[in-house]
């Protein structure tokens, strides 16, 4: 039986935009709220208004959510009052049900940092909560280098956030702002800062990452009495980043004594979105995902050890803590074993292939795959490439056509309006039903921009393949991923392309070359013959 409810704030669109080198965009915002809404999160804190653009834009654009929007902050400076502070005026026009402002509680940085009275900053504080609480909104107080400001001066931290608590904040969030704090010690804190007074349903974590103990020091402060839990999904935020609710969520819903203590407002059948959305954002980020994350990485319930992987298949509770099903993911039991075999049964039946067990062809198949993966390809993510190479293994990959040869420029040249533009041209000429065809197509859009030269590439490529362009007609590309990656000893580039057609099909292809061109036509080779695979059907095999 649950008996507390414990409240989980995502950061992801503010502190997760802190991480070097990520910059979302409004729609991307937007369908990393949806998805968070979707799993169960309590807050969403969608950015600070008025700092730049795209979070102005987002909050005027802001998607209905069950979970609280919120904007962040900071709260208003010295010599103004709360009211005619123009920066805490656009935190507070985006309009949101919660508005968190952050504020500092290590008397070293009120001095140094603001540069003004210890006292000052306190009435700063108590002001802008007031604020907050007085137009109707929901306050939280990010008590900022809380636990540092702490081990200096207790008295002073604690003043800092007990002016918030009194101002009406909901939240008091105590920040490891600089991530040195252990788990030891946050418990020690959280426990005395209880024992001080402070109500631990009024009281939030906010951890970063630079110990790699941002998730355990979230589960320290759980454990002493905090209620509230701040990260971002994956752990994105600035520099080593935030504690990574996609470690965090499925640890509170699925062990013990987190399971029977809280309710947190994620469901376990929302959990088992998890994975999906972990790698929805590291597709937004055009990251490769982390195979070693917990719980939704590629390898967490990957199995490659001979006695891992013969135990599992008698039971897998022998080495597995949680049933991988309940985050999203699945088992992996990698090549070149019997265990790995099965795995891959179960990977061709799903794409439509029955192989018996014992069957040569499946070490075959297991050792191409190897030896493509140690040159750079990658077939996690391009099941399509994957099921081309087993069909080809099997004798079931028809010979719809051969591309005979292929060519692309790009050339720079002034158009009529004396105005430098992109051309880019390719040539492909294939073998078809015996019959060699050559085709000729540029790239632009209906506005003429050039679109590139893979785009050439698949309009000349798709343009004249006799009985087969009609199959293709519906076909086209949504995605272009360009990774630089060790294929060897040497770098090569991988391209992969995910298409998608009329009958709602999506489908990922690889190709690897140390030419982003041929890398760019080995994948849409794939991405076509996939498609003529399945709308085709074996008995159009066009065997020369
Ligand atoms: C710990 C955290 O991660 S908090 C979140 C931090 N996030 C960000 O900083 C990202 C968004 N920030 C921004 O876009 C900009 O910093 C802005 C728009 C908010 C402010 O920009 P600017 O006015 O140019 O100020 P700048 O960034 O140079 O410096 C911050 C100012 O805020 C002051 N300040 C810092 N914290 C606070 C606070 N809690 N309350 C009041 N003032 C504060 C600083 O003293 C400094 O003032 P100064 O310029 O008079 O010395
Ligand atoms: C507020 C915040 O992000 C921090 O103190 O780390």
């Given at each position: 039986m649950h008996t507390e409810r414990l409240y989980l704030y995502d950061t992801t669109l503010r502190d997760g935009q802190q991480t070097q080198g990520v910059q979302f965009s409004t729609a991307e915002k937007i369908q990393i709220a949806q998805a968070l809404d979707q799993l169960g999160?309590?807050?969403?804190?969608g950015g600070w208004p008025g700092a730049n653009p795209t979070d102005s834009a987002f909050f005027d654009a802001a998607p209905k959510t069950s979970a609280r929007l919120t904007a962040f902050g900071m709260t208003k400076r010295s010599g103004r009052s709360a009211e005619n502070d123009d920066v805490l005026a656009a935190v507070m026009n985006a309009d949101t049900q919660a508005v968190c402002l952050v504020g500092k509680s290590h008397d070293y940085h009120v001095t140094h940092?603001?540069?003004?009275?210890l006292e000052e900053n306190v009435e700063n504080i108590r002001a802008s909560v007031a604020h907050v609480a007085a137009q109707g909104r929901e306050a939280l107080f990010d008590a900022e280098h809380f636990f540092d400001g702490y081990k200096d001066n207790p008295g002073y931290a604690i003043e800092v956030c007990r002016a918030a608590l009194n101002a009406g904040a909901r939240w008091v969030v105590l920040c490891?702002?600089?991530?040195?704090?252990?788990p030891a010690e946050v418990s020690r804190i959280v426990s005395e800062v209880i024992a001080a007074g402070f109500p631990g349903d009024r009281l939030g974590i906010h951890t970063h990452n630079d110990t790699e103990n941002a998730v355990a020091c979230s589960l320290a402060a759980v454990n002493a009495g905090a209620r509230q839990i701040q990260g971002t999904l994956n752990g994105l935020g600035e520099r080593c980043g935030n504690a990574n609710l996609t470690a965090l969520i499925p640890t509170l819903l699925l062990k013990e004594p987190y399971a029977s203590q809280f309710d947190i407002g994620v469901s376990n059948q929302a959990l088992a979105d998890l994975t999906r959305i972990s790698r929805m954002l590291d597709d937004i980020l055009n990251r490769v995902p982390?195979?070693?994350?917990?719980?939704?990485?590629?390898?967490?319930?990957?199995?490659?050890?001979g006695l891992h992987a013969s135990a599992i298949l008698k039971d897998p509770t022998t080495y597995e803590h949680v049933d991988p099903a309940s985050v999203g993911n699945a088992r992996i039991i990698p090549m070149s074993n019997q265990a790995g075999q099965s795995n891959l049964r179960k990977r061709l039946a799903e794409a439509g292939l029955t192989v018996d067990q014992g069957d040569p062809a499946l070490g075959h198949i297991l050792d191409r795959i190897k030896l493509r993966e140690a040159d750079g390809y990658s077939y996690d993510t391009a099941q399509a490439s994957f099921e081309l190479l087993a069909r080809d293994e099997l004798g079931q990959l028809p010979a719809f056509f051969e591309v005979k040869r292929y060519k692309v420029t790009v050339e720079r040249r002034k158009n009529k309006y004396n105005k430098m533009v992109s051309l880019s041209e390719a040539v492909v000429v294939v073998k078809v039903d015996g019959e060699k065809k050559l085709s000729v197509s540029e790239s632009h859009d209906e506005t003429g921009n050039d679109r590139g030269p893979v785009n050439a590439l698949a309009k000349a490529l798709s343009k004249?393949?006799?009985?087969y362009s009609r199959i293709l007609d519906d076909m086209h590309l949504v995605d272009f991923k360009v990774r630089i990656t060790q294929g060897g000893t040497e770098a090569v580039t991988r391209v992969i392309i995910d298409s998608e057609d009329g009958q709602g099909r999506r489908w990922s292809t690889v190709g690897v070359s140390a030419n982003i061109v041929d890398a760019s036509f080995e994948a849409l080779l794939d991405a076509i013959q996939w498609k003529l695979v399945r709308d085709c059907g074996r008995q159009s095999a066009v065997a020369e």
């Open positions: 999160v309590d807050y969403i804190e940092a603001l540069g003004i009275p490891d702002t600089n991530g040195g704090a252990l982390s195979k070693q994350s917990a719980y939704v990485g590629a390898s967490a319930f990957a199995h490659k050890a004249d393949l006799g009985q």
